[in-house]
C-alpha cells in the first residue's frame, strides 16, 4: 500500500463534510402511577407526621414547666379594703328602711319562708366554704386500718390571684403534716401546699394551682365575699357553715350573743363574735351574716368562760374585720411582722389617774423575741414605732403591721425610774413568727 507523504489537508475537509453520521435519539416515559403507590406513599406520609407529632407532644409535655416557671406572669396582688370602724351610719340607714317597711304578719308560713331563704343563702356562701386536711381526705393515710380520719379544718376561698385559689384556714392543720389535700365545695380533692402561716395569730394560706381544678368545679365554687364585722350587733341573726358538730358541711343558725369580748395575741388583738350555735370540743367553722357575708373564723378556746373554768362550747369567732390587714399580707405570700409584744392602752384619763404617760403600757414581752432582744421590759410605755405615733393597742398593731420583717425600726418609750418616767430609745429588728 502507498502512502502519500504530502497529503492535501483541503481534501481531508472536503472527505470529512461528505460524510454524514446518525445519532439515536432516547426518550424517557414516566412509569405508570397506580392507586396503591399513591395510597402507599400518603400512609407513608401519614405515618411520619404521626412520630414527629408524637416526639412533639413529648418535648412540650417536658417542657411545659419549665416553660410555665420561666415565663409565667406573676400571680395578681390581692387587696382587702378595711371596713369603717363606726358601724352607726350603716345601722341608721337600715333602720330607716325597716322603719319605712309595713310590719309583717307573722305566721308558720313566714317562718318557713324565712327558713328557706336562710338556706338559699346559705347553700350559696357555701360555694366558698372548703375544709382542710392534713394528708389525704378520704382517709387512706389511715394504713393501719381503724376507719379514722383526719376531721380537718374549716376554710374559705379567700382570694383567686389568677394562678391559684388562695385557702384560708386555721394552723392547726399544719402541724406535724406537710402534705395537705381542700375538699371543695362539690366535693372534689385537690392537693394543696402551705403558702404561709402566722404561728402568732394560728392563721394559715393554702394554695391549689387552678390548673389542677376540675374543669366542672368552676361553676360549683367561689370566692368567698368578706363582710363587715363592724356593724355586727347583739340579736343579729348569723349562719354557722363547717365542721361544727364533728363532720363536714354542717349548717347552723342562731343570733349573736355578745360583741362585748376579745381575744390577745402578740402585737395585737381581735374582736370575738360570740353566738348561740352549738359547738363540738374539735369544731371549727365560718361565721356568716343573713346576706352569706363572712363576718367571722369560729375558732375554738375564745368564748367566755364557764363557771367550772372551762371555755363555753359555743360558736365564737374572730371578728373578720379586725383580721383582714394581716389576711392581706398573708394572701400576697407575704410575713405578718413580729415583735412580742401584750400591752393596754393608757388614755388621757387612766393617764392623769395612775401618773402614768399616754400610749401602749407593756404587760408582757415573749420570750425570745425581737422585743426581748431590743431591751423592753415590763412597764415601759411605748409612745412611737418607727416614727408614727402611739395612742394605744390599735394604733400600735396597725404600725407594726406596716413594717417589713427583718428591717430595723426605732421605738420610742418612756420607762419609770427614780424621779419618774424618763424617754428611752429601741432598736428593734422585726421578726416573724412562722
Given amino acids: 500500500m502507498l502512502y502519500d507523504q504530502n497529503p492535501d489537508p483541503k481534501q481531508d475537509e472536503n472527505s470529512s463534510s461528505g460524510d454524514s453520521f446518525s445519532f439515536l435519539k432516547e426518550t424517557i416515559k414516566p412509569k405508570p402511577v397506580s392507586r396503591e403507590k399513591i395510597f402507599m406513599q400518603l400512609l407513608r406520609m401519614a405515618i411520619y407526621g404521626v412520630i414527629i407529632g408524637m416526639f412533639a407532644c413529648c418535648s412540650f409535655f417536658a417542657l411545659k414547666p419549665w416553660a410555665e416557671e420561666t415565663f409565667r406572669e406573676d400571680p395578681q396582688k390581692v387587696t382587702i379594703p378595711e371596713d369603717a ?52 381526705a378520704d382517709g387512706s393515710d389511715d394504713w393501719m386500718g381503724t376507719g379514722s380520719s383526719d376531721p380537718g379544718v374549716t376554710g374559705i376561698i379567700a382570694a383567686d390571684n389568677g394562678q391559684e385559689l388562695l385557702i384560708l384556714a386555721d394552723n392547726s392543720v399544719c402541724k406535724d403534716a406537710d402534705t395537705w389535700e381542700i375538699v371543695l365545695a362539690d366535693g372534689s380533692r385537690c392537693a394543696a401546699a402551705l403558702k404561709v402561716q402566722d404561728q402568732n395569730r394560728k392563721l394559715a394560706v393554702f394554695s391549689i394551682v ?68 352549738p359547738l363540738e370540743a374539735d369544731g371549727s367553722g365560718i361565721l356568716l351574716n343573713q346576706d352569706g357575708a363572712v363576718i367571722g373564723i369560729v375558732r375554738q378556746g375564745i368564748g367566755p368562760e364557764t363557771e367550772e373554768g372551762g371555755i363555753s362550747v359555743t360558736a365564737n369567732a374572730l371578728a373578720i374585720s379586725d383580721m383582714k390587714s394581716t389576711m392581706e399580707l398573708l394572701l400576697n405570700g407575704e410575713k405578718v411582722p413580729y415583735a412580742g409584744i401584750y400591752g ?67 421605738i420610742t418609750g418612756q420607762r419609770r425610774g427614780a424621779a419618774g418616767y424618763v424617754d428611752i430609745q429601741f432598736t428593734l429588728t422585726v421578726g416573724s413568727w412562722e
Fill in 85 to 136: 370602724e363606726d358601724g352607726a351610719a350603716a345601722e341608721a340607714d337600715e333602720q330607716a328602711a325597716q322603719e319605712d317597711a309595713k310590719a309583717p304578719v307573722l305566721d308558720v308560713a313566714s317562718y318557713q319562708a324565712m327558713m328557706e331563704s336562710l338556706s338559699a343563702t346559705a347553700e350559696k356562701a357555701g360555694k366558698g366554704v372548703v375544709s382542710v386536711h392534713a394528708g389525704s
Fill in 210 to 277: 387552678r390548673s389542677i381544678v376540675p374543669e366542672e368545679t368552676w361553676g360549683k365554687i367561689q370566692v368567698a365575699d368578706l363582710g363587715n364585722s363592724n356593724i355586727i350587733g347583739k340579736g343579729d341573726p348569723v349562719i354557722a357553715l363547717g365542721n361544727l358538730f364533728g363532720y363536714d358541711n354542717g349548717l347552723g343558725y342562731g343570733v349573736v350573743s355578745s360583741t362585748a369580748l376579745s381575744t390577745t395575741f402578740s402585737d395585737g388583738d381581735c374582736r370575738v363574735i360570740s353566738t348561740d350555735i
Fill in 344 to 410: 393596754v392602752t393608757v388614755t388621757a384619763a387612766a393617764a392623769q389617774e395612775q401618773g402614768l404617760p399616754e400610749g401602749l403600757y407593756i404587760t408582757a414581752v415573749d420570750a425570745d423575741s425581737p422585743a426581748m432582744a431590743a431591751g423592753i421590759q415590763n412597764g415601759d410605755v411605748i409612745r412611737e414605732v418607727d416614727g408614727k405615733p402611739i395612742s394605744g393597742f390599735a394604733a400600735y398593731e396597725k404600725a407594726m403591721l406596716e413594717c417589713q420583717p427583718g428591717k430595723e425600726i426605732g
